[in-house]
């Protein structure tokens, strides 16, 4: 019999950690016990600066009462009820609120738990959208390389980072993909590339030429590749993809789980860049990280062609979640967007995001680091690796926690994503320490 393997730290080993070195966390945990504003606490009872909101989830700082308040209030009038055939007040309120901010058109809400089910959620959309209007044979879906869409089956299929496909088969059938848009013109470039926009939309172009528009449903991007290392589109591009989709009757798909409320400075990226898609992803930000909850912004002439299309009586969209428009995500969302609208937070992200942009663009004299880039409250900094692929960019993960800051890694590639109420001085603070760790590894 198979003896079982040593354990380090027995008190842990029985949560599977999600995208993480299970192992090498046994051996030092780096555990975070509580939040306030843009600060964590460590279980030692060290402070810790939070330099990627959570995981692109709570701009608005941790600890919000209003929040708190909301869902508590929630909590005590209805906890729970059933998604199918029946709704709560609150799933209404929220769809109009976030049809008054989103972009013209897209006024249209689809309820679902997470960016991974808001992506899935989609391309069901079109899928369907084309099979009622007699184009079934659009099953298609074009993606792009280094592209992250979450993680169920559809999501990593459309996306296009390695680790996340190697390790589960072929995926969804009938997917194509596009370059990404990190070229080396581009490098040590804040905001917007001037090169190869054009250029690599065409790629979609391509696509069509090799399989035919009329097998294609769908494209899906993020306006900026966020979990890949903040990817941001060179000038021209997306309006490129827009006028193909257009062209073809392809439906394009703006996922802004990462960019979207605020990000950029603006409502959305789609706001950001002047190009409107006809379906947008949101998730993280929608609750400022309080309670799961994801969404599907649909084009009004999009849903319609679906309802039309079904018998009286019929259930029109054979999809749905448990959780869709929990009443409790419901209330912790409208909170949030109580509190943007309140507390004027995209405009008080589009005031930081110059001093920041600059902070990272000052870092290209640091020996090691090989690329900048950035947009809004999104930057990027590429690491010469040492030792083998990630190693460098993991150790900066390490010793950065150690020196009390918090920030992500993918690869070698260290991204900042700030909270939309930080200080000049905690941009300082924040920059300060990265210096520091740079020096060391």
Not at 198 to 215: C, S
Not at 262 to 271: I, K, L, S
């Amino acid at each position: 019999m198979t003896q079982p393997a040593p354990r380090s730290n027995e008190p842990l080993i029985h949560h599977w950690m999600p995208f993480t070195a299970n192992r090498q966390f046994h051996d030092a945990p780096r555990i975070i016990a509580r939040a306030e504003g843009v600060h964590y606490w460590n279980t030692a009872g060290e402070k810790l600066l939070d330099a990627v909101s959570g995981l692109y989830t709570t701009p608005a700082g941790h600890g919000r009462r209003e929040i708190r308040d909301a869902v508590a209030r929630q909590l005590e009038e209805l906890d729970y009820a059933p998604a199918f055939q029946f709704g709560v007040p609150g799933s209404f309120r929220l769809a109009n609120e976030l049809a008054q901010m989103l972009p013209a058109g897209l006024n249209r809400v689809f309820f679902a738990g997470s960016g991974s089910e808001a992506v899935e959620s989609a391309l069901k959309v079109a899928i369907q959208y084309h099979r009622v209007r007699g184009q079934g044979q659009r099953q298609r879906f074009v993606g792009r390389a280094r592209g992250y869409h979450g993680v169920n089956f559809a999501g990593w299929s459309v996306g296009g980072m390695v680790k996340n496909r190697e390790a589960f088969g072929l995926g969804l059938p009938g997917v194509a993909h596009m370059r990404h848009t990190h070229i080396p013109e581009n490098r040590f470039q804040m905001g917007q590339g001037e090169h190869g926009g054009l250029d690599l939309a065409d790629d979609l172009q391509r696509m069509i030429d090799l399989h035919g528009a009329d097998t294609i449903a769908a494209c899906i991007v993020e306006p900026i590749a966020g979990s890949t290392g903040v990817l941001v589109p060179p000038k021209g591009y997306l309006e490129r993809l827009r006028e193909i989709c257009t062209r073809h009757g392809i439906l394009l798909i703006f996922d802004e789980v990462i960019c979207g409320f605020g990000r950029t400075g603006a409502p959305f990226a789609a706001d950001a860049f002047g190009v409107v898609p006809d379906m947008l992803t949101m998730a993280k930000a929608i609750t400022n990280g309080n309670i799961p909850m994801a969404a599907v912004a649909v084009r009004e002439d999009v849903q319609q062609a679906i309802l039309d299309a079904a018998g009286p009586d019929a259930v029109e969209f054979f999809h749905g979640y448990t959780y869709s428009a929990h009443p409790v995500a419901c209330a912790a969302a409208l909170a949030t967007l109580r509190i943007y609208r309140e507390d004027d937070l995209f405009a008080r992200a589009a005031a930081l995001a110059p001093k920041f942009l600059e902070r990272i663009a000052a870092l290209r004299d640091v020996p090691i680091v090989i690329d900048t880039r950035g947009f809004g409250l999104l930057g990027a900094v590429d690491l010469a690796p040492e030792g083998g692929p990630g190693k460098r960019g993991f150790a900066v993960l390490r010793r950065a926690f150690e020196q009390g800051l918090v920030l992500r890694v993918a690869g070698d590639t260290a991204i900042f994503a700030p909270l939309f109420i930080t200080t000049d001085d905690q941009l300082d603070e924040m920059f300060d320490k990265l210096r520091k760790v740079l020096a060391t590894v």
